[in-house]
């Protein structure tokens, strides 16, 4: 089974070379620390930075360089600070190759659900409607279960949406799943120690397996 870092680092390695990634609020800013050496990449957040660098290390936090999440981050040779105006334009013009986020629930058939609570106090959707409207590639970092132990991919969302049809892939503290154009999550590899029957279990949507299915490196 993964943790919160174990999670942001297998997503890392669906980042390709020359891609500009944003990365939302939760575990997937952790991916920040785990891009694969060698790879041009850019990182991208919403409230106006091009070429975020990984975490700062204990007494190396700059108040004034924050991400989305309001998280004290770094900043690479070569990279731009500008206002949120300038940030949306390029995701609303489709110039982000790749957003990582996180979700409290996905449906079978790729619709998100991962702003509001009906009930509970938010501020507001923030950038993750023209995120999933405007990405290529959508991937979603989340827990399996929630904390009463109910599965969070489900044959379709209980909670308000935030995107229909836009979700490619589930990365969970119990494995790697594609959504299949048709419907449906296609288990493509298993947790460290994690069974096919324990994601079974813990899956409410339809979950398709093809053959073996190995455990993840």
């Not at 939760?26 to 091009?50: C, F, K």
């Not at 600070?81 to 409290?104: E, H, N, P, W, Y």
């Not at 594609?178 to 493509?188: E, H, K, Y």
Request: with cysteine.
């Amino acid at each position: 089974m993964l943790d919160k870092h174990g999670i942001a680092q297998r997503i890392a390695k669906e980042i390709k070379n020359g891609y500009y990634v944003n990365l939302g609020i939760g575990i997937p800013t952790l991916v920040a620390n785990y891009i694969p050496e060698g790879l041009d990449v850019v990182l991208q957040s919403e409230n106006g930075l091009l070429g975020m660098g990984p975490f700062p290390l204990a007494g190396e936090e700059d108040a004034d360089l924050i991400n989305a999440g309001k998280q004290t981050i770094t900043t690479l040779p070569g990279s731009a600070v500008f206002d949120s105006a300038m940030s949306f334009g390029m995701i609303r013009s489709q110039k982000v190759d790749l957003t990582i986020l996180g979700a409290m629930e996905v449906s079978e058939n790729g619709d998100i659900a991962n702003w509001k609570i009906p009930g509970k106090m938010v501020k507001g959707m923030g950038g993750a409607m023209d995120l999933v409207a405007s990405a290529k590639n959508i991937i979603v970092a989340m827990q399996h279960v929630n904390k009463a132990g109910e599965s969070k991919l489900l044959t379709s969302c209980s909670l308000p949406l935030t995107g229909v049809n836009c979700v490619r892939k589930i990365v969970t503290e119990l494995a790697v799943l594609d959504v299949l154009p048709q419907g449906g999550f296609l288990l493509l590899e298993r947790a460290p120690g994690v069974t096919v029957d324990e994601i079974k279990r813990a899956t409410a949507g339809k979950l398709v397996i093809a053959g073996d299915v190995p455990e993840m490196r």
